[in-house]
């Protein structure tokens, strides 16, 4: 294929050679403006960041005051904090949930899922087990790109490259993913029995002692496009970790924060809640980069009893503008009561999808929570076959939404197992009813002219 003459020339290494990519100029709402003065409407909020869409004022003043009242950066390493930095935790851990009593700030989702595993391994050491550095993860998952997020990350052909640096003290087991892996006839319960079962087994197969933690998604994001899990398994993992001492990690960057109708998505799988959670992605609302990681009060006292630390740390950990961004972005979630309009507007988007999209010919599977959304495409709806990963189907669609003035995000889930073609449709909180039936009203089109040749 040959480069973009726009790619070549530019300093920045782009992701694709052969694509240009368009130009935004600023936000406006829900939509992005291109150069050319075409408005987009973001059905996606980019990778699911931008909850509040790209231009809310209250936010950018919010910024603008802490730059001219408070200080824009303090190294939060030691010996200095910031008021906003101690605001945001005490919004975020107020009433303790699930009992998370602490938390940590960082740049992006992958530094916090690193930052998570380095606290279970730490941990772990101060309880007296430091051989347990084994951690148990799913297949078909993504934690992020750095090297130690991708090492508990099931995606194959994001950590093709870099093979020699993947950790042996890592395992996988099956996603939660119904649609193609509940055998016929097989109750959501039967189903549940048999992922635990293979859980526990490689616990056994590791030694209960070896290992630290598993992490998941409460609902799966961009690998496996919005998948929750049926109902039950969470209850049945959150029981065997107990069983044998296991951390539970859950990865909430993409799924977290509101979108799927509660403020942490595991608060819909009836159980208490995790040892370790990371979120990012809709924390800052898109206006700074920022992730997290919020700790079970245990994780502190076995600290705190132990070395007396953290060993952990960056140099823009914390970062106090980015912690104020954030205030203002969960502030105005908070008073406008957007996570329960989550839940409400994520209804009306269920049934516009299963009523424009399900009929269509390729699609297999409509799924998700709240505002967070996927389709699942399939060249044949009984046979749920695949797409052939040339066929690059969910690309065509992307495409032809750009050219109708939407974007989405289209995944094409090469990560083993299975093909999983799929784009997600996650608007911001804000969204209204119109723009959702807009928002459906194009993919349509972007999806039937994707379909032509295939049927
Ligand atoms: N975890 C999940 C579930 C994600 O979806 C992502 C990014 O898409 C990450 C971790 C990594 O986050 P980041 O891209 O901010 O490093």
């Given at each position: 294929?040959?480069?973009?003459?726009?790619?070549?020339?530019?300093?920045?290494?782009?992701?694709?050679?052969?694509?240009?990519?368009?130009?935004?100029?600023?936000?406006?709402?829900?939509?992005?403006?291109?150069?050319?003065?075409?408005?987009?409407?973001?059905?996606?909020?980019?990778?699911?960041?931008?909850?509040?869409?790209?231009?809310?004022?209250?936010?950018?003043?919010?910024i603008?005051?802490h730059?001219?009242?408070d200080i824009a950066y303090v190294y939060s390493g030691s010996p200095y904090t910031n008021a906003a930095i101690e605001e945001l935790a005490d919004m975020l851990l107020?009433?303790?949930?699930?009992?998370l009593s602490k938390a940590i700030f960082v740049n992006s989702g992958s530094e916090a899922t690193d930052a998570a595993l380095k606290l279970a391994v730490q941990y772990?050491?101060?309880?007296?087990?430091?051989?347990?550095?084994?951690?148990?993860?799913?297949?078909?998952?993504?934690h992020g790109n750095t090297i130690g997020a991708?090492?508990?990350?099931?995606?194959?052909?994001?950590?093709?490259?870099?093979?020699?640096?993947?950790?042996?003290?890592?395992?996988?087991?099956?996603?939660?993913?119904?649609?193609?892996?509940?055998?016929?006839?097989?109750?959501?319960?039967?189903?549940?029995?048999?992922?635990?079962?293979?859980?526990?087994?490689?616990?056994?197969?590791?030694?209960?002692?070896?290992?630290?933690?598993?992490?998941?998604?409460?609902?799966?994001?961009?690998?496996?496009?919005?998948?929750?899990?049926?109902?039950?398994?969470?209850?049945?993992?959150?029981?065997?970790?107990?069983?044998?001492?296991?951390?539970?990690i859950?990865d909430?960057i993409?799924?977290?924060?509101?979108?799927?109708?509660?403020?942490?998505?595991?608060?819909?799988?009836?159980?208490?809640?995790?040892?370790i959670q990371t979120i990012g992605k809709?924390l800052g609302?898109?206006f700074v980069p920022l992730s997290g990681v919020l700790l079970?009060?245990?994780i502190f006292?076995?600290l705190?009893?132990?070395s007396g630390g953290l060993a952990h740390g960056h140099t823009f950990q914390a970062h106090p503008l980015a912690c104020a961004a954030a205030i203002?972005a969960q502030?105005?979630?908070?008073?406008?009561?957007?996570?329960?309009?989550?839940?409400?507007?994520?209804?009306?988007?269920?049934?516009?999808?299963?009523?424009?999209?399900?009929?269509?010919?390729?699609?297999?599977?409509?799924?998700?929570?709240?505002?967070?959304?996927?389709?699942?495409?399939?060249?044949?709806?009984?046979?749920?076959?695949?797409?052939?990963?040339?066929?690059?189907?969910?690309?065509?669609?992307?495409?032809?939404?750009?050219?109708?003035?939407?974007?989405?995000?289209?995944?094409?889930?090469?990560?083993?197992?299975?093909?999983?073609?799929?784009?997600?449709?996650?608007?911001?909180?804000?969204?209204?009813?119109?723009?959702?039936?807009?928002?459906?009203?194009?993919?349509?089109?972007?999806?039937?002219?994707?379909?032509?040749?295939?049927?």
């Amino acid at each position: 294929m040959p480069t973009d003459d726009f790619v070549a020339s530019s300093h920045i290494l782009h992701r694709s050679f052969t694509e240009r990519p368009s130009k935004v100029i600023r936000g406006d709402g829900i939509s992005l403006v291109l150069e050319d003065g075409r408005k987009v409407i973001d059905a996606t909020c980019g990778p699911s960041v931008s909850c509040l869409g790209h231009s809310q004022p209250e936010i950018v003043e919010a910024i603008t005051n802490h730059l001219k009242n408070d200080i824009a950066y303090v190294y939060s390493g030691s010996p200095y904090t910031n008021a906003a930095i101690e605001e945001l935790a005490d919004m975020l851990l107020a009433g303790k949930p699930g009992g998370l009593s602490k938390a940590i700030f960082v740049n992006s989702g992958s530094e916090a899922t690193d930052a998570a595993l380095k606290l279970a391994v730490q941990y772990w050491h101060e309880k007296g087990q430091p051989q347990r550095t084994h951690f148990i993860a799913r297949k078909q998952s993504y934690h992020g790109n750095t090297i130690g997020a991708l090492c508990v990350s099931g995606h194959e052909s994001r950590r093709a490259f870099y093979q020699d640096f993947m950790s042996p003290n890592v395992s996988f087991v099956d996603p939660c993913y119904a649609y193609r892996m509940k055998h016929k006839g097989e109750t959501d319960e039967e189903f549940v029995q048999r992922l635990a079962r293979q859980f526990e087994n490689e616990i056994l197969r590791v030694g209960p002692d070896r290992v630290a933690g598993f992490i998941a998604e409460p609902v799966s994001g961009t690998t496996l496009g919005c998948l929750p899990a049926v109902p039950g398994y969470f209850k049945a993992i959150r029981d065997i970790c107990d069983r044998y001492g296991v951390l539970l990690i859950l990865d909430e960057i993409i799924c977290g924060m509101g979108k799927t109708g509660t403020m942490h998505a595991w608060e819909q799988e009836g159980i208490r809640g995790p040892d370790i959670q990371t979120i990012g992605k809709a924390l800052g609302g898109g206006f700074v980069p920022l992730s997290g990681v919020l700790l079970h009060q245990k994780i502190f006292h076995a600290l705190s009893a132990g070395s007396g630390g953290l060993a952990h740390g960056h140099t823009f950990q914390a970062h106090p503008l980015a912690c104020a961004a954030a205030i203002s972005a969960q502030r105005i979630i908070k008073r406008d009561n957007l996570v329960e309009r989550c839940k409400q507007m994520g209804y009306k988007l269920e049934d516009l999808l299963r009523a424009e999209i399900g009929p269509m010919p390729l699609i297999g599977d409509i799924r998700g929570r709240g505002l967070f959304w996927a389709i699942e495409f399939v060249l044949d709806k009984e046979l749920k076959t695949p797409f052939p990963a040339q066929a690059k189907f969910c690309d065509q669609i992307v495409k032809n939404s750009l050219r109708l003035g939407l974007n989405i995000l289209g995944n094409l889930g090469h990560t083993g197992t299975y093909q999983v073609d799929h784009v997600l449709v996650c608007p911001p909180y804000t969204v209204t009813e119109e723009e959702l039936s807009q928002i459906i009203s194009v993919l349509k089109v972007a999806i039937s002219q994707a379909s032509d040749e295939y049927l």
